[in-house]
C-alpha cells in the first residue's frame, strides 16, 4: 500500500522560505507525477505544482516565482520550497501521488490524485 | 485558469437519499475531471477519476457522468459515512483547479 507523509516546521516567519519534504513508502517514485496541494483553514483546495520522477516540473503560474519542487529518487522523497511567504501561505499542505490517465498532450498531462498524505499545517506568523 | 464552479455549495440530505452534485467548467475539459471526497481532517479521497470511472474500492452507490463543460457526481443512496465535503477537479489544461466543493451536511 502505498502512503505518503509530510515533514517539515509547522511555523514559518513571514519573508522566510517555507521547506516541506513528502517521503514515499510501499511503492516505487518512478513514473508518477508528484505533487503538492495545499488548502488554508476553512477554504477549499489549490494545487501547487509537480515534479515528475525524471525531474521535470510544472508550477502553478500564481506561485511560480515563489515555488521550487525538487525529487530524490534514491530516497524516494521529494520536496517543496515556497519563498517570502506571507499569512496568506498559512495551510495544510498536502503531497500527492498524480497518476497519469493517459500520454500528456502540449497543454497538460492528465492526472488523478491517487494517494495523498495525511496533510501538515504550516502556519505563518512571527 | 479554467474556473470550476460547483452546485450547490452546501446540501442537506438523508439516510437513503440519491443526490447529485454539479460541477461546470468555464471550458471544455473533455472528460479530465476527477471527484475527491474529504472528512474534516482528512486528506481528500479520490473517488471518481476522467468523470466516469470509478476508483478501486470506493462503493458502487457513487457515480460520475458528464463530459464537455458540465459534470455531475451521484449517491445513489446515501450512508452515514458519505456526509462530507466533495470537490471537482479538472487535469484538462495547467494549472490544475478545483471546484469550491459542496458540503453534504445530515438532514
Known amino acids: 500500500q502505498v502512503q505518503l507523509q509530510e515533514s517539515g516546521p509547522g511555523l514559518v516567519k513571514p519573508s522566510e522560505t517555507l521547506s516541506l519534504s513528502c517521503t514515499v513508502s510501499?511503492?516505487?517514485?518512478?513514473?508518477?507525477?508528484w505533487s503538492w496541494i495545499r488548502q488554508p483553514p476553512g477554504k477549499g483546495l489549490e494545487w501547487i505544482g509537480y515534479i515528475y520522477y525524471s525531474g521535470s516540473t510544472n508550477y502553478n503560474p500564481s506561485l511560480k516565482s515563489r515555488v521550487t519542487i525538487s525529487i530524490d529518487t534514491s530516497k524516494n522523497q521529494f520536496s517543496l520550497k515556497l519563498s517570502s511567504v506571507t499569512a496568506a501561505d498559512t495551510a495544510v499542505y498536502y503531497c500527492?501521488?498524480?497518476?497519469?490517465?493517459?500520454?500528456?498532450?502540449?497543454?497538460?498531462?492528465?492526472?488523478?490524485?491517487?494517494?495523498w498524505g495525511q496533510g501538515t499545517l504550516v502556519t505563518v506568523s512571527s | 485558469d479554467i474556473q470550476m464552479t460547483q452546485s450547490p455549495s452546501s446540501l442537506s440530505a438523508s439516510v437513503g437519499d440519491r443526490v447529485t452534485i454539479t460541477c461546470r467548467a468555464s471550458?471544455?475539459?473533455?472528460?479530465?475531471l476527477n471527484w475527491y471526497q474529504q472528512k474534516p481532517g482528512k486528506a481528500p479521497k479520490l473517488l471518481i477519476y476522467e468523470a466516469s470511472s470509478l476508483q478501486s474500492g470506493v462503493p458502487s452507490r457513487f457515480s460520475g457522468s458528464g463530459s464537455g463543460t458540465d459534470f455531475t457526481l451521484t449517491i445513489s443512496s446515501l450512508q452515514p459515512e458519505d456526509f462530507a465535503t466533495y470537490y471537482c477537479q479538472q487535469t484538462y489544461s495547467y494549472p490544475y483547479t478545483f471546484g469550491q466543493g459542496t458540503k453534504l451536511e445530515i438532514k
Open positions: 500527492a501521488r498524480g497518476h497519469p490517465l493517459r500520454y500528456c498532450s502540449s497543454t497538460s498531462c492528465y492526472l488523478a490524485f491517487d494517494y
Open positions: 471550458q471544455s475539459i473533455s472528460s479530465y
Open positions: 510501499g511503492g516505487s517514485i518512478s513514473s508518477y507525477y
